[in-house]
């Protein structure tokens, strides 16, 4: 009777990693798990960004440090590795938020047409360039392996440890117009899955999420009109295909995360899991 329950959700005296930790998203995410006694190493290619989510982890009473690198340097990313070591130890905890869309990777139009043949700047597929394509991918794809690669390795050393990858609904379903997106969320779904398998006898667990749409600044250039500040078609399109009826709320993120990295999926490895409003479940 004098027995305390274990609480399988606690990630108290944790250490995380979280790439992309000044945006909204995984910035949302970085105060969840710091507000529950992760130590958080906020890391972004924009310093001041991860200052910012820093300095209100710091004011709510949590511990973080910042780390200003991107995720496609494998030395920057080494140095914060062993920067991070020596002051905390070896992470517990890697969530690969980095990535996001850009117009450079996407076509203005979701279906070539014969009318557009000959058109130069009509926005179709023959109209991407390389390097726009290459951009969008390489962030999301590469910028999910070379972290895996730097910050997992104190994870298998000691036998322990959760990683979070980010995919996306253009991993299960590729959405129009987002070809190069949706072709590295794909690859980072499948990713996730491989390594799962190939970490399993480790003790290191391997999940990704797969948000549906939230309303984040990258998400903007598609879904509001820059002039009028309406909701676009596709944006209509969206919330109608949404059975719950609204965009996502990073908040919307945090019990999924907890629950992953948490011992409570202690035997949950290699899933990608949906968190959105029922868009995937939804035909007609």
Same mark, same amino acid.
């Not at 991918?137 to 390795?153: A, S």
């Given at each position: 009777?004098?027995?305390?329950?274990?609480?399988?959700?606690?990630?108290e005296g944790k250490v995380a990693v979280v790439?992309?930790?000044?945006?909204?998203?995984?910035?949302?995410?970085?105060?969840?798990?710091? @507000? /529950?006694?992760?130590?958080?190493? %906020? #890391? +972004?290619?924009?310093?001041?960004?991860?200052?910012?989510? *820093?300095?209100?982890? =710091?004011?709510?009473?949590?511990? @973080? /440090?910042?780390?200003?690198?991107? %995720? #496609? +340097?494998?030395?920057?990313?080494?140095?914060?590795?062993? *920067?991070?070591?020596? =002051?905390?130890?070896?992470?517990?905890?890697?969530?690969?938020?980095?990535?996001?869309?850009?117009?450079?990777?996407?076509?203005?139009?979701?279906?070539?047409?014969?009318?557009?043949?000959?058109?130069?700047?009509?926005?179709?597929?023959?109209?991407?360039?390389?390097?726009?394509?290459?951009?969008?991918?390489?962030?999301?794809?590469?910028?999910?392996?070379?972290?895996?690669?730097?910050?997992?390795?104190?994870?298998?050393?000691?036998?322990?440890?959760?990683?979070?990858?980010?995919?996306?609904?253009?991993?299960?379903?590729?959405?129009?117009?987002?070809?190069?997106?949706?072709?590295?969320?794909?690859?980072?779904?499948?990713?996730?899955?491989?390594?799962?398998?190939?970490?399993?006898?480790?003790?290191?667990?391997?999940?990704?999420?797969?948000p549906g749409f939230f309303m984040t600044e990258?998400?903007?250039?598609?879904?509001?009109?820059?002039?009028?500040?309406?909701?676009?078609?596709?944006?209509?399109?969206?919330?109608?295909?949404?059975?719950?009826?609204?965009?996502?709320?990073?908040?919307?993120?945090?019990?999924?995360?907890?629950?992953l990295l948490s011992d409570a999926a202690a035997?949950?490895?290699?899933?990608?899991?949906?968190?959105?409003?029922?868009?995937?479940?939804?035909?007609?």
């Amino acid at each position: 009777m004098g027995d305390k329950s274990v609480d399988l959700f606690s990630l108290e005296g944790k250490v995380a990693v979280v790439t992309g930790g000044g945006g909204e998203l995984c910035g949302t995410i970085s105060e969840a798990l710091a @507000a /529950r006694g992760v130590k958080v190493a %906020v #890391l +972004d290619i924009n310093p001041e960004a991860a200052e910012a989510r *820093v300095a209100a982890i =710091q004011k709510a009473g949590g511990e @973080a /440090r910042a780390a200003a690198c991107s %995720v #496609l +340097d494998e030395s920057q990313l080494t140095d914060v590795y062993e *920067v991070l070591t020596a =002051q905390w130890g070896p992470p517990d905890i890697l969530i690969n938020g980095a990535g996001g869309n850009n117009p450079r990777g996407s076509t203005s139009v979701s279906f070539l047409e014969a009318e557009h043949l000959g058109n130069s700047g009509a926005g179709t597929f023959l109209d991407l360039e390389l390097d726009g394509f290459r951009g969008t991918f390489d962030l999301n794809f590469l910028g999910t392996f070379l972290p895996t690669k730097v910050f997992t390795r104190g994870m298998i050393e000691r036998g322990s440890g959760s990683i979070l990858n980010m995919a996306s609904m253009s991993a299960l379903t590729p959405l129009t117009k987002v070809g190069a997106y949706s072709a590295a969320k794909a690859a980072v779904a499948n990713f996730t899955k491989w390594l799962a398998v190939h970490l399993s006898h480790t003790g290191v667990r391997v999940n990704a999420l797969a948000p549906g749409f939230f309303m984040t600044e990258q998400l903007r250039f598609l879904h509001v009109d820059q002039t009028t500040g309406e909701l676009t078609p596709r944006a209509k399109q969206v919330l109608a295909r949404t059975p719950l009826g609204r965009y996502g709320d990073p908040k919307d993120l945090i019990g999924a995360v907890i629950w992953l990295l948490s011992d409570a999926a202690a035997f949950v490895t290699g899933v990608v899991l949906p968190i959105d409003g029922g868009f995937s479940a939804y035909s007609i």
